[in-house]
């Protein structure tokens, strides 16, 4: 009720005046005898009168537009930062620094996505890439956080949590579908990763670009095995088991990203350079994420002109832990499983061998 007494004024004043003054002129062409006369000096009066009040409309109405501008962008905002919500500076001991550039003008985020929550069973972390972009691609967007975001907490195991993405894309585009929106080839490439009180890696990878592991003034690829497909097209393995993909130890970084950075191109058709660029963003001195993730932003805006072609995120996790456990000390690429009772796993170790 108190906003629609305070949103009232302005509607019967964005009326009210253009009303007035129309009505203003009108009166002045019927009543004024001036507005009679067929003299220069006449017609140029009630030019001058029709012109001020004509300007006065045209200012009335583009100021109206630019507050209505102002609060659509608000109200967008503010959805936007509940979508993509800005992940705080540490978490659980890692440090972290995340950006996400839009390629749709006037767009804070696309359909690119990224998580990091800290759980029971260690800080979970997404990073996805939803096909295209646009209001289609933020849809699906917040369809896959969503459930991100619930089962992370609830699956002890980070395949139950690869499956309930699944189930979340399939409800989504089945909705869709049912709305007269079209799904047609409609799919997401996801990375999940659980990091472990010692740094250990373990991860889920459907079609998304395996993250850098930044070490020193080091930048390799934290593994190079062949992923899954990407959600959507086609179902999950039956058999899902997280791959340990070596630790991250402390003062190293992991580096997550979609695609769009690396397939950014300048003028001359050259694709961006993502690893020579945090290369060069650690070569002289140690950084913080935040510093790197500017440096590297930097780097790419230049590279494309100022305005990216596609949707882009950047997550960067650097291990700020000061110890680590008794089993890790002295092996940087063993792993174990996470509980007692052997599982089968894949191990990538640092390299990806």
């Not at 088991?241 to 991250?248: E, M, N, P, Q, Y």
């Not at 052997?342 to 191990?347: D, F, G, K, M």
Request: glycine share 10%; aromatic share 4%.
């Amino acid at each position: 009720m108190i906003r629609i007494k305070a949103v009232f004024p302005r509607r019967l004043l964005a009326l009210g005046l253009p009303t007035a003054w129309g009505a203003l002129a009108i009166t002045y062409k019927l009543t004024c005898p001036l507005a009679q006369q067929d003299g220069i000096e006449a017609r140029a009066v009630t030019s001058a009168v029709f012109f001020a009040v004509g300007t006065g409309l045209i200012l009335h109405v583009r100021q109206a537009l630019l507050r209505e501008l102002r609060q659509i962008r608000r109200v967008a905002g503010v959805a936007q930062s509940a979508l993509l919500r800005p992940l705080p500076p540490r978490i659980d001991g890692l440090n972290i620094a995340a950006t996400q550039l839009s390629a749709d003008r006037g767009a804070s985020v696309g359909g690119d996505l990224y998580e990091v929550i800290a759980t029971e069973h260690g800080v979970r972390v997404v990073m996805g890439d939803v096909r295209g972009h646009g209001m289609a691609a933020v849809g699906t967007a917040a369809a896959l956080l969503g459930s991100f975001r619930e089962a992370v907490h609830d699956e002890p195991d980070l395949g139950r949590v690869l499956r309930r993405l699944e189930r979340a894309l399939a409800r989504h585009l089945r909705e869709r579908a049912r709305d007269d929106h079209p799904a047609a080839e409609e799919f997401a490439t996801v990375l999940l990763l659980e990091i472990g009180e010692d740094g250990e890696v373990r991860a889920l990878n459907c079609g998304h670009p395996w993250p850098y592991l930044v070490s020193g003034a080091t930048v390799e690829l934290l593994a190079r095995a062949d992923p899954l497909p990407p959600l959507g097209p086609f179902p999950l393995p039956h058999e899902l088991t997280a791959a340990h993909a070596g630790r991250v130890l402390p003062g190293e970084a992991l580096v997550l990203y979609t695609d769009g950075a690396e397939e950014a191109r300048d003028g001359r058709g050259r694709f961006f350079s993502l690893r020579t660029a945090l290369a060069g963003a650690v070569r002289t001195r140690p950084s913080s994420p935040q510093m790197i993730l500017r440096t590297v932003v930097s780097a790419l805006m230049r590279h494309a002109g100022g305005t990216p072609s596609d949707d882009i995120a950047l997550l960067i996790l650097r291990n700020d832990r000061t110890q680590l456990t008794r089993d890790s000390a002295g092996a940087r690429g063993t792993a174990r499983p996470a509980t007692s009772t052997p599982q089968p796993t894949t191990h990538l170790g640092r390299n990806g061998v």
